[in-house]
């Protein structure tokens, strides 16, 4: 038995997490058993539990939620021949069926790879859903290349202090574009620190109105904040130019239609991140290189996940939330 955290409806917040201890389970042949070290919680997680899924995927009830875990396999599938029993990892869960907050969890072998010994379990952990959205957010919708080749390109990642957000900042930079961003007034220097060359407090009139200070108007927009009309990016932007939004809901879509329509040379685009090992790989490198880093908003116990689980639901945590079993 193990003990995990499971939810057995939809809505309810931390107050309806439920502590249980569930069997063990058992890794299909495509599949490894991982004990787990480190979960990190994602703004995904709680917005499936309200139901964001729910027209297209209903959850099957109980779910153990979250998908980003770091550990140690003890137990592979037949069919498994990239790992072995005693290796660390980082693996990436399905965001449908979940299966992370628990003291053991079985991955898909595709998306498990090799922790670099030197990288913590919780730094590991951070990683997958929201470096792979920033990733993908990037290189594939706004078909930004991360070799240094994109110096006449203005970007601006709103939300930059957050899961997504942090991400986005240090990617664009390896691009060598110029990288203007937007957070707290409290995480100015931290994202400053990860390489954007201005930074806006998003609760003054030049931050709510996304003004660059140095005048500059956006080529690409990596849009991980909430609650900024499409009127407010206008203004700010280049012929033609991408607003890339990483969680959009229908009215972002509604408008992604209406741009596409119309022949708009400013475009807002929703996006939905659809996993890939070499994606996953190649972000493991780059923390490995040292050119990415994770930064650690908080660390709960899985006794205590309510607080992680409060944490992650106020839109306020710097980086990313990690659980501990």
Same mark, same amino acid.
Request: aromatic share 6%.
């Given at each position: 038995?193990?003990?995990?955290?499971?939810?057995?409806?939809?809505?309810?917040?931390?107050?309806?997490?439920?502590?249980?201890?569930?069997?063990?389970?058992?890794?299909?042949?495509?599949?490894?058993?991982?004990?787990?070290?480190?979960?990190?919680?994602?703004?995904?997680?709680?917005?499936?539990?309200?139901?964001?899924?729910?027209?297209?995927?209903?959850?099957?009830?109980?779910?153990?939620?979250?998908?980003?875990?770091?550990?140690?396999?003890?137990?592979?599938?037949?069919?498994?021949?990239?790992?072995?029993?005693?290796?660390?990892?980082?693996?990436?869960?399905?965001?449908?069926?979940?299966?992370?907050?628990?003291?053991?969890?079985?991955?898909?072998?595709?998306?498990?790879?090799?922790?670099?010994?030197?990288?913590?379990?919780?730094?590991?952990?951070?990683?997958?859903?929201?470096?792979?959205?920033?990733?993908?957010?990037?290189?594939?919708?706004?078909?930004?290349?991360?070799?240094?080749?994109?110096?006449? $390109?203005?970007?601006?990642?709103?939300?930059?202090?957050?899961?997504?957000?942090?991400?986005?900042?240090?990617?664009?930079?390896?691009?060598?574009?110029?990288?203007?961003?937007?957070?707290?007034?409290?995480?100015?220097?931290?994202?400053?620190?990860?390489?954007?060359?201005?930074?806006?407090?998003?609760?003054?009139?030049?931050?709510?109105?996304?003004?660059?200070?140095?005048?500059?108007?956006?080529?690409?927009?990596?849009?991980?904040?909430?609650? $900024?009309?499409?009127?407010?990016?206008?203004?700010?932007?280049?012929?033609?130019?991408?607003?890339?939004?990483?969680?959009?809901?229908?009215?972002?879509?509604?408008?992604?239609?209406?741009?596409?329509?119309?022949?708009?040379?400013?475009?807002?685009?929703?996006?939905?991140?659809?996993?890939?090992?070499?994606?996953?790989?190649?972000?493991?490198?780059?923390?490995?290189?040292?050119?990415?880093?994770? $930064?650690?908003?908080?660390?709960?116990?899985?006794?205590?996940?309510?607080?992680?689980?409060?944490?992650?639901?106020?839109?306020?945590?710097?980086?990313?939330?990690?659980?501990?079993?």
């Amino acid at each position: 038995m193990m003990r995990a955290i499971q939810y057995s409806c939809y809505d309810g917040g931390a107050a309806a997490l439920q502590h249980v201890e569930v069997g063990i389970p058992e890794p299909k042949v495509d599949e490894v058993l991982i004990k787990v070290e480190a979960i990190a919680l994602n703004a995904a997680d709680w917005k499936i539990q309200e139901g964001m899924v729910r027209p297209f995927f209903p959850l099957k009830f109980p779910m153990i939620p979250g998908t980003d875990i770091s550990g140690e396999v003890v137990k592979v599938g037949s069919s498994i021949t990239k790992l072995k029993i005693g290796d660390k990892v980082v693996a990436l869960l399905s965001s449908f069926t979940g299966g992370a907050l628990a003291e053991y969890a079985v991955a898909k072998e595709n998306l498990t790879l090799t922790k670099p010994p030197d990288i913590t379990a919780p730094e590991c952990a951070a990683l997958p859903l929201a470096a792979l959205t920033a990733y993908q957010a990037l290189t594939q919708s706004a078909d930004i290349k991360l070799d240094g080749s994109s110096q006449n $390109i203005n970007i601006l990642v709103t939300g930059a202090s957050g899961g997504v957000g942090h991400y986005a900042v240090q990617l664009a930079k390896l691009s060598n574009a110029h990288v203007t961003a937007t957070c707290g007034a409290r995480n100015l220097e931290l994202v400053k620190s990860l390489g954007a060359d201005e930074v806006l407090d998003y609760q003054t009139p030049e931050g709510t109105a996304l003004k660059s200070p140095s005048g500059k108007k956006y080529d690409i927009v990596i849009h991980c904040a909430t609650k $900024i009309p499409w009127e407010t990016f206008v203004s700010n932007l280049n012929e033609p130019s991408k607003v890339i939004c990483v969680s959009g809901g229908f009215i972002e879509w509604f408008i992604y239609a209406k741009h596409k329509l119309t022949f708009s040379k400013k475009v807002l685009m929703p996006m939905v991140m659809i996993p890939k090992r070499e994606n996953f790989q190649e972000l493991v490198n780059l923390v490995q290189a040292g050119k990415l880093k994770s $930064i650690i908003d908080s660390k709960h116990s899985l006794g205590n996940v309510e607080d992680g689980w409060s944490r992650i639901m106020s839109g306020h945590a710097t980086g990313k939330v990690i659980v501990e079993p």
